[in-house]
Structure formats: C-alpha cells, structure tokens
C-alpha cells in the first residue's frame, strides 16, 4: 500500500511539473517584485543547521528586502521574530509540492535562493534534491535571478542528480563549500560555471538578544565559576542520527568513553549542548544524548552544564563563544566554534568534517574521529591535546579568511 502510495505522489508531481513547464513558456517575471523566496536545506522545526543558515543569508545578502521562507508544512517560529525581521514562512515545498502554483510564487520574486548544504546530491532522498533543481530551473524559465548557496557532493552523486546539475549549470554558477566537492563537480561541470566557496554558516551573525535570558545568565555564572577553579570549558555536542546507524546504547557508551579520555589528561568542565531538537534514533534528539550525559558525568562529580532552553542555532552561538572548544558531532555546531576561533574536536560521518578542518590548515587526523569507533580514542585524544596550541594558532590565523570566502555564497549579477 505504501509503494501504491509513493507512485500516486510522484505521479502527482510529474503531473504538476509538467503543467507548470508548460506555463513557463507564457509566465514572465514581475519587474517590479520586490520579495526573495528562500527555500530552507530542511524544514526549519528544530534543525539549529537550518536556523543559522537561514539567519546568515537575511543578514548578509537580503538587505532588508521582505523574505518568504518555503516549508514542507505550516511552521511557527516565534523566537525568530528576534533574530530576523521582515520573514514569512509559506508552506506547500513537501512530497507532493504543486510546481504550478509554485510557478506563481516565483513570479512575484526578485530572487530565489536555495540554501544548499548537503541536500543537493540526492544522498538523503533524492526527489528533495531534483525538486530544488526543478525550482531553480523554473525561476530561470521565467526571467526571476536564481541561486544555490555552498553546497556537498558524496563521491557517489546519482546519475539522475548529476544530469539535472549539468541542465542548471548552463543558467546557474554553482557554488561549492569544500574542494573534494568542488573537484568531483568540475569532473561534469565546467569549472567556469563552479564557484569554490565555504558553508553560509560562517558569516551567521551573532544575534546577542537572542540569548540574554535567566539560563544564559546561569549560564555565564557556571562558565565564570568553572574557569576560576582552572577548568578548560569543553561544548560537547552528540548527533542522535549517528546514534541511529550503531545503535543508542552503543553510541552513548562511546561518547561517555570518549569524554573520559579526555578527563584523564586535562582538568575540564563540560557544558552539554545540542544542535538538533527533533526526534532522530527513535524518540531522542541531540538533546535527549546531552541530558543522559549531563546526569551521568553530573553524578561523578565532574563540573557539568546542560539546559532545555536554547530555542534555536543563533540562540546556542551565545553558548559555544564562551568554551574553549568543542567536541561536536554536528558540523554546524562546530562552524560556530570555530566562527569564535574555538577549536573544534570532530565525531565525524559521511566525510562531512575533513574539507572543513582543512580550511584551517588543520590535519583532521589530529582533531577527528569517526562517530563508530568513540571506544578507540585515546591516540586521538592524545593527538589533540598534544597539539592544540598550534590548532588554536591556526584556526585564529584562518578564521578571516574563511569568513571572506564564504561571501561568495552570494553573487551579484
């Protein structure tokens, strides 16, 4: 039933995207519009990687012009009305999303910008990515300036992904967030239609009344206490999807393992933090990892910080500029380390965090380890520990410059 199901949503999808191509032939752009229509990597209901995201393209590249926000559902955000001014959230972009009424609401845009991380391979499903490209390929049709910000590809990109890249390509310069991305793209786009970039999370501005609040108070009066008793701050971040592919008790073992290393080697107080709010390995989140952690290391007698209050990715930026480093399974949560110069130690997957780390001029093999072998992370530990200094030293000699190249997110013209 539920493969009777699939088919009729992607019958129903076809159909849409053909009329609206049909459209697009007598469908001009309004000149006059004054409206930019972002479309998030994900529906923005409790993914901290979309907030800041989104957040770092309205203060950077919006300059003040109205923004609709295009989600699966209807979505809410009323803490975003601190952090960012002149946003509608619009619902409709979902497994059966109607390209003809779509066709309209770009017609009455002066931009659409597709925030592309790493939805735009077809690694996660790849109808989210061909529908992106289709959006893309739409507001071309019709005359509306289209584009994607810095964005991954995996080593095994689907044909079908890659022949609807080299279609955009021809109207669209791409842009790139890593060189192993960039390297495998320029293998079927070419490289003049490629812009190498970094991850729009970089330039996300600090939004300081997003997190003036009694916890961050608290807060700042545990970090204070902490550091008078000589502690370094660790921001500790686990990934519930990491926690899916091995298993809860597995990966909650290796990230107590884990931290108990790095207990045995320095004198740290822990502040657990999350980046995703959503229920992920069954019914936990990030969070749910963070407050098992937090009673665990709390019960022995280790200085330890954790809230359920941080609403949003802005919101948690407050939180990470006031630790030493971080020990993060979410990428996003580790750009924002490191937007403060704050080192970052990787629980890495899929490959995500290596181009990265090589932006600083860092050996991921002295800051990263993969999220299936946490139980294995003495020599890491010691690799880290060892040299963080020179860590530290680089990412502060390189933070400027990676935040200048990520102004390439958005082009003029």
Same mark, same amino acid.
């Given at each position: ?194 812009? %190498?970039?970094? #991850? =729009?999370?970089? $330039? *996300?501005?600090?939004?300081?009344? +997003?997190?003036? &609040?009694?916890?961050?108070?608290? @807060? ?52 657990? %933090?999350?980046? #995703? =709010?959503?229920? $992920? *390995?069954?019914?936990?989140?990030? +969070?749910?990892? &963070?407050?098992?952690?937090?009673? @665990? ?117």
């Amino acid at each position: 039933m539920s493969n009777l199901k699939q088919q009729f949503k992607g019958l129903y999808v076809e159909f849409f995207w053909s009329a609206a191509s049909f459209c697009s032939l007598f469908v001009k752009a309004n000149k006059n519009a004054n409206k930019i229509l972002v479309l998030p990597a994900a529906n923005l209901n409790g993914g901290f990687g979309e907030d800041i995201m989104i957040t770092s393209f309205m203060n950077n590249f919006a300059n003040g012009t109205p923004v609709c926000i295009l989600n699966g559902y209807k979505i809410i955000r009323e803490d975003y009305k601190t952090i960012n001014k002149n946003i509608e959230f619009i619902d409709g972009f979902d497994d059966r999303v109607n390209f003809l009424k779509l066709l309209f609401l770009i017609k009455n845009c002066s931009l659409v910008y597709v925030i592309g991380a790493d939805i735009m391979d077809g690694t996660y499903r790849v109808h989210n990515s061909i529908n992106r490209l289709r959006v893309i390929e739409l507001a071309n049709r019709i005359g509306v300036k289209a584009q994607i910000s810095g964005f991954s590809v995996s080593k095994n990109i689907l044909p079908v992904v890659k022949a609807k890249f080299i279609k955009v390509a021809k109207d669209v310069r791409l842009k790139i967030r890593d060189v192993e991305s960039y390297v495998r793209m320029k293998d079927f786009i070419p490289a003049e239609q490629l812009i %190498l970039t970094n #991850d =729009i999370a970089f $330039i *996300c501005p600090d939004v300081p009344a +997003s997190y003036q &609040s009694k916890t961050y108070e608290d @807060y700042k009066t545990w970090v204070a206490a902490a550091k008078a008793k000589g502690k370094s701050i660790i921001g500790v971040c686990p990934n519930a999807i990491q926690a899916k592919k091995i298993g809860f008790e597995n990966y909650l073992s290796g990230f107590k393992q884990l931290l108990e290393g790095f207990l045995e080697v320095g004198d740290y107080a822990f502040v657990f %933090l999350y980046h #995703d =709010i959503r229920p $992920i *390995c069954d019914e936990a989140s990030d +969070s749910t990892f &963070s407050r098992i952690l937090n009673e @665990y290391f709390g019960a022995k007698s280790v200085d330890c910080f954790y809230t359920d209050q941080i609403r949003n990715g802005v919101e948690l930026k407050g939180y990470v500029s006031l630790v030493d480093f971080t020990i993060t399974g979410r990428m996003h949560l580790g750009i924002s380390g490191l937007t403060f110069s704050k080192p970052m130690f990787g629980v890495s997957y899929a490959n995500k965090f290596e181009g990265m780390v090589k932006l600083f001029d860092v050996d991921p093999n002295s800051c990263l380890i993969d999220y299936d072998k946490l139980s294995e992370s003495k020599e890491k530990i010691r690799l880290f520990t060892k040299n963080f200094a020179a860590i530290e030293n680089s990412v502060k000699n390189n933070i400027q410059k990676v935040k200048l190249e990520t102004s390439n997110n958005y082009t003029h013209g």
